[in-house]
């Protein structure tokens, strides 16, 4: 009945020929790797039956997807880094690495070189009218002492849920600060409070989020990347109490334990002091690393970022 053509003999050597099995340079890894998504693509256009319309329907959206630089925001919306986030947490708790404040996925918009400065930084430019906001807090290490000289990489978008360099519009570095931790481990940021993300509406991956009856919106957020010498890297972000995508975020990223409250302050005589206008925010947030258990680990992935020098 149930005749497979994707898994006969014949094919499973066709598929090893196309992936470079029949030759000795090249990379066996590779060649692993591509063998593996032959044999499962043969077994998903076979099972699903899939028509040569919807085939040759997902290679132009390939290609248009690249074209847009959108890949990395699907791999997010279809849950797949939020996945790698999951593995990683399991392979974690089999080796007994646990503790410390829970990783999140890094999204597709973080610029490396970010202006550095020492114990605080004010991230805005100062031309959006959004609500100041005053982000504070601690690096801690297992036992819960302060990480003194911790770097805090942070980077959120603005009031139209966008981030610079992806948005031209904006200034260079525009709500991106890389600040040194002071000798009681604190940070201390002055931005102005970020609204949620929304996948732009005529792209790609909107387009496939449409057809799966699903929106693209991310609830306000701040991402985070905190390494310091002996200390794993750590990749994550909070998400801002009250918003309505809180727990509806395209992306899967909201964690219990990564929602930070978020103050609003009226006091006129505060304000005035810090230079604000009443209704300022305030975020105070600690973070918590755990040791690296090889030098390895101090270090985020290789995945390649946007790289700008400040
Ligand atoms: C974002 O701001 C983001 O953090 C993710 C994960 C995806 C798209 C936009
Ligand atoms: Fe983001």
Known sequence: MNTSISQTA??????????????????????????????DSAKVIEDLNITDDEF?????????????????????????????????????????????TPRTIEGPLYVAGAPLSHGEARMDDGS?????????????????QP?????VDLWHANTMGTYSYFDSSQ??????????????????????????????PTGTTQEVLDQLGRHGNRPAHIHFFISAP???HLTTQINLAGDKYLWDDFAFATRDGLVAEV??????????????????????????????HAPQAEKPSQRPRAQLSA
Request: proline content about 2%; some cysteine.
């Open 10 to 39: 014949e094919l499973q050597a066709f598929f090893k020929q196309a992936s470079g099995f029949g030759n000795d340079v090249g990379s066996s890894r590779l060649k692993s790797i591509i063998l593996r998504i032959l044999q």
């Open 56 to 100: 040759w329907k997902a290679v132009d959206y390939l290609n248009r997807m690249g074209s847009n630089q959108e890949a990395g925001l699907l791999i997010a919306g279809l849950g797949l880094e939020h996945f790698l986030d999951l593995l990683q947490d399991a392979r974690d708790q089999q080796a007994g690495l646990t503790g410390g």
């Open 128 to 144: 959006d009218p959004g609500a100041a906001m005053f982000l504070q807090g601690r690096v801690l290490d297992a036992q819960g």
């Open 147 to 151: 990480v003194a000289g911790a770097i």
């Open 171 to 200: 200034s260079a570095f525009n709500l991106r600060r890389r600040i040194v931790t002071d000798s009681e481990g604190r940070y201390r940021a002055r931005s102005i409070v970020p609204s949620g993300y929304g996948c732009p």
């Open 230 to 232: 002996g200390y794993r």
């Open 263 to 292: 103050r609003f302050n009226n006091d006129l005589e505060m304000a005035k002091r810090l230079q604000v206008e009443p209704g300022f925010a305030e975020i105070e947030f600690d973070f918590q690393l755990q040791h690296a």
